[in-house]
């Protein structure tokens, strides 16, 4: 059974950091597999924050770029989001997705930036 379980979120005021983590379980080939980061806001959809394919490369929304680093830890099944420089408009339910199994989702981690 696949479980995605992220953790890491808080309140923060703008301009701080905070660091997510995915844990994936259930999942063969975990190190194959394309890993994203999505977020969603109160009504809002969800959108896509950023991707690290299998072999290291990195897309990130135009939003976040160079404020945000994906990384991933394969020995551990475990993908990570440094979110530096924090703006209220990243306030959101942060959620990870592994590519081959893209109707799965966790329960996100919420993240909450104050003016």
């Known amino acids: 059974q696949v479980q995605l379980v992220e953790s890491g979120g808080g309140l923060v005021q703008a301009g701080g950091s905070l660091r997510l983590s995915c844990a994936a379980s259930?999942?063969?080939?975990?190190?194959?597999?394309?890993m994203g980061w999505y977020r969603q806001a109160p009504g809002k959809e969800r959108e896509l924050v950023a991707l690290?394919?299998?072999?290291?490369?990195?897309n990130y929304a135009d939003s976040v770029k160079g404020r945000f680093t994906i990384s991933r830890d394969n020995a551990k099944n475990t993908v990570y989001l440094q979110m530096n420089s924090l703006k209220p408009e990243d306030t959101a339910v942060y959620y990870c997705n592994n590519g081959a199994h893209p109707a799965i989702w966790g329960q996100g981690t919420q993240v909450t930036v104050s003016s």
């Open positions: 259930g999942i063969i080939f975990f190190s194959h597999n394309t």
């Open positions: 690290i394919t299998s072999g290291g490369s990195t």
